[in-house]
Each structure stands twice: as C-alpha cells, then as structure tokens.
C-alpha cells in the first residue's frame, strides 16, 4: 500500500555534513507525522528528528543545532540535513510516516528499510 525510500547515507569524515530523504508513495490520502530514527551498533532504536504536516519539529537533544529536518507535502517527502557530523552519529537511519491510507480507517506507521550513515574520524 505504502512505500518508503530513503537515500542518502553513505560514509563521511567527521565534521561533515550528509543529507538524507525520504519518499512515500503508494496509495496514501493524507500523511501526518514524518520522523527519522537511528540505531547505531549494539544500541537501541532511537529518535532524532519528526515533523508534524503543519512543520511542527522535534529534535532529541544530542543532535539539536546540528540536524534539520523538513518536509515537501506537495511530494510526500521528508529530509534530514546532518551537519558537522561525528563518530557517536554512526548508525542506520530509519525514515517512519504516519499514513492514513486512501479508503482506510485510521493513521498506520511506515517505516523504511534503513540506510547506513558511517562518520569516521
């Protein structure tokens, strides 16, 4: 019904800068809230950045200052801009969006399938 697909990520020297996006497609109504998450080697899922379709954001701390995340909700995009990057942001980022499908009844999370950020030192 849905489909994510990022790009982006790659490997770059720390104090550098990658831009991330994401693209839904698919038979999608209405898309409320976009996020990126990451989860680095042997640690837990977490939550860096989302943005409400009224450009509502939200940052976790470790990252405020140095990420911005936005969004195209004419093109079902959604982007993150990582700037002077380091070792502790090494890790698979993951694209959510909270899609309320056409025909459907009610707001479902879809999540892309990752791309590898690696900052080296």
């Known amino acids: 019904q849905v489909q994510l697909v990022e790009s982006g990520g790659g490997l770059v020297q720390a104090g550098g800068s990658l831009r991330l996006s994401c693209a839904a497609s698919g038979n999608i109504f209405s898309i409320n809230t976009m996020g990126w998450y990451r989860q680095a080697p042997g640690k837990q899922r977490e939550l860096v950045a989302t943005i409400t379709s009224g450009g509502s954001t939200n940052y976790a701390d470790s990252v405020k200052g140095r990420f911005t995340i936005s969004r195209d909700n004419a093109k079902n995009t959604v982007d993150l801009q990582m700037n002077s990057l380091n070792s502790e942001d090494t890790g698979v980022y993951f694209c959510?969006?909270?899609?309320?499908?056409?025909?459907?009844?009610?707001?479902?999370?879809?999540w892309g399938q990752g791309t590898q950020v690696t900052v080296s030192s």
């Open positions: 959510k969006t909270e899609v309320w499908v056409s025909g459907g009844r009610a707001w479902y999370n879809y």
